[in-house]
């Protein structure tokens, strides 16, 4: 069982950045977190993605733009969001497998935090 709490989240003006935080209970040697999110009647999509052994991955909506981050030590998962826009409004969720995927498909995942809002105002 993985506990994953999600920080970080709030209200920001477009162009603006915010860093998302996941703590997680425990990882595992082989283990996938992901970032993902969903706006309101939308599905919840992928943003960005590591795995162990260092692998990762951000979604092309979001390349360039958003950075994925692991301090192994604390176990916690970082999203740093820069140059931020209206549609990257939403709840911003956490999510943990424990085998190695990189996967960006939120089926992939077994484990879930609670959720974030973030919302980026014009």
């Known amino acids: 069982q993985v506990q994953l709490a999600e920080s970080g989240g709030g209200s920001v003006q477009s162009g603006g950045s915010l860093r998302l935080s996941c703590a997680a209970s425990?990882?595992?040697?082989?283990?996938?977190l992901g970032w993902f999110r969903q706006a309101p009647g939308k599905e919840r999509e992928g943003v960005a993605a590591?795995?162990?052994?260092?692998?990762?991955t951000t979604a092309d909506s979001v390349k360039g733009r958003f950075t994925v981050s692991q301090d192994n030590a604390k176990n916690t998962l970082y999203l740093q969001m820069n140059s931020l826009k209206p549609e990257d409004t939403g709840m911003y969720y956490c999510?943990?497998?424990?085998?190695?995927?990189?996967?960006?498909?939120?089926?992939?995942?077994?484990?879930w935090g609670q959720g974030i809002q973030v919302t980026v105002s014009s």
């Open positions: 999510a943990a497998n424990v085998h190695y995927g990189l996967s960006l498909n939120p089926k992939f995942y077994t484990y």
């Open positions: 590591v795995a162990s052994l260092g692998a990762a």
């Open positions: 425990q990882v595992y040697t082989s283990y996938s």
